[in-house]
């Protein structure tokens, strides 16, 4: 993520600390070094011709700002930088949402157009064959963005993933535009077996999930369904003594929050403007009902860091206290067997786990990863949102279990995680856990285990892929075969 610091600037001994750290080779610099980094690109003096065409257009562009959305939708020189900066800005400050008469905002506003300009000016400057990030949010992906408008190689690099962006597909998550294309491209055969598998790793992932450790059985790498999807049957008895969703015949909503301040961009644009927005907006229409509502927010909330569990907890207090709020680590497994009918997200993944529950979810975003998917409910805008949520009882069910299939496969076997290393679950167990993939210590593992071989061959594969027209890298770019990606989702 860009550094405030970067917008803001560094205090004399942090320069000096930087200039040690570059010039001694410490830290980060040593690693860069050790590839062939020459040179890094310094923002610490802006040429004054940026400043003085910051100031000639910043009034034109504030303009444009009456509400949050069109923060949202700003374009400044036909490049989109508005949910980039708004995004950094909820995540500098831990902020829900934006205030766009803030004069906080406003500072940072104008210091994110100074960045974008000094870009937009390097670009022009230099023959920019290709751009690499670690994340395709924050206002770190505005090179990203210029590149795209001087036809540069974007790619969005990390230990597990790699994905290349185009003016068609502009954000880093979006592969899911492409599923049933490129599973329609699978032979029969393959398509059979695929569809036979995804469906024999949902069952072990949703049903037969007995354990609560991190060594259950579950699909993919997705930890919090270790513990939030466990068999009922072994359960039964404990939740039978603490039920949670009332017995009635009233429709039993529930709503499915975000991180408040965690990038609600990071797909594309939603129906709002942010999830805190979202979010009140669902609280409000829920007065006009006769459900039963409850609320929950992601079971890895305590991975996040802002003020999200406070905000909602607020929230529910204060003015909506018909809603029913649960712990967060409440299982899944144990609110679908008390009967709940229905759950509404912005786009979260629970549309996906619920359906296989044949139990509908409403998204309020058409950039969400369902949506070309007959099991997701996708009002078109807010009014069509409302309409759907005040008329549930009309909602007309469509659980295709093939759809559903064809989109776990896709989701989360078909792509290779394993472009750097042949083993990445080998890598996440070697640095205790995935968080400590992006320290130290895989740098270690790197060292340690590296050869010509695994070089060489994510090397043929990353170059076979930026030639290629996907969007994400795959198996087939690596050499491997369609049975190889198979065999390494054991379960």
């Known amino acids: ?7 803001f600037g560094f205090s004399l001994a942090e320069k000096i600390y930087i200039y040690l750290n570059k010039f001694i080779k410490l830290k980060s610099y040593s690693i860069y070094s050790s590839f062939g980094v020459e040179k890094f690109i310094e923002l610490n003096n802006i040429d004054p011709r940026i400043l003085l065409k910051f100031k000639k257009n910043i009034g034109s562009i504030k303009k444009k700002i009456r509400n949050k959305e069109d923060v949202v939708r700003l374009k400044v020189e036909g490049v989109l930088l508005g949910d980039l900066i708004y995004d950094t800005y909820l995540r500098i400050y831990k902020l829900p949402t934006i205030e766009i008469l803030d004069p906080q905002f406003i500072q940072f506003l104008e210091k994110s157009i ?35 408008k001087y036809k540069s190689i974007c790619l969005v690099s990390g230990p597990s993933r790699v994905r290349k962006l185009s003016k068609k597909i502009p954000y880093s998550d979006n592969e899911n535009l492409t599923f ?9 055969q393959q398509k059979k077996i695929a569809l036979a598998k995804t469906n024999d790793m949902l069952k072990l992932s949703f049903e037969k999930n007995q354990k609560l450790s991190d060594k259950g059985l579950y699909l993919s790498n997705i930890a919090y369904r270790k513990k939030s999807f466990v068999s009922k ?4 008895k404990i939740w039978n003594r603490n039920r949670l969703i009332k017995k009635s015949k009233k429709l039993k909503i529930l709503i499915c929050p975000h991180a408040l301040s965690d990038a609600p961009h990071t797909r594309g644009l939603h129906l709002y403007p942010d999830f805190y927005e979202w979010l009140v907006s669902i609280l409000e229409i829920s007065k006009q009902t006769n459900y039963d509502w409850y609320i929950k927010l992601h079971p890895d909330l305590n991975q996040y860091w802002d003020n999200t569990e406070k905000i909602v907890k607020s929230l529910i207090k204060k003015n909506y206290n018909h809603i029913k709020y649960l712990d967060n680590k409440t299982p899944h497994s144990q609110i679908i067997a008390e009967g709940i009918n229905f759950a509404v997200t912005c786009s979260g993944s629970v549309c996906a786990e619920y359906a296989y529950f044949k139990i509908p979810t409403i998204n309020s975003s058409l950039s969400n990863p369902h949506m070309d998917f007959s099991f997701s409910i996708n009002p078109k805008n807010a009014l ?33 995680d394993n472009w750097l290393f042949k083993n990445w679950k080998d890598i996440i167990e070697f640095c205790s856990g995935r968080n400590n993939v992006y320290r130290e210590i895989f740098y270690y593992y790197w060292l340690t285990r590296f050869d010509k071989k695994s070089h060489n061959r994510s090397i043929n594969g990353l170059k076979k892929f930026i030639s290629s027209n996907d969007h994400r890298i795959n198996f087939n770019h690596l050499g491997d075969t369609f049975r190889d990606q198979l065999k390494s989702f054991e379960y």
């Open 384 to 416: 069509e949102l409302k309409k759907t949520l005040l008329n549930l009882d009309k909602i007309k069910k469509n659980f295709n279990k093939k759809e559903l299939l064809i989109y776990f496969f896709m989701n989360e076997i078909y792509y290779s």
């Open 114 to 148: 100074i960045y974008f300009y000094f870009w937009v000016d390097f670009f022009k400057k230099n023959k920019v064959k290709g751009v690499i990030v670690s994340q395709a949010v924050y206002n770190s992906t505005i090179p990203i963005r210029i590149g795209l």
């Open 180 to 188: 049933k294309k490129t599973f329609s491209k699978l032979s029969n």
């Open 1 to 7: 993520m860009l550094s405030r610091k970067i917008l």
């Open 233 to 236: 049957d072994n359960f039964k």
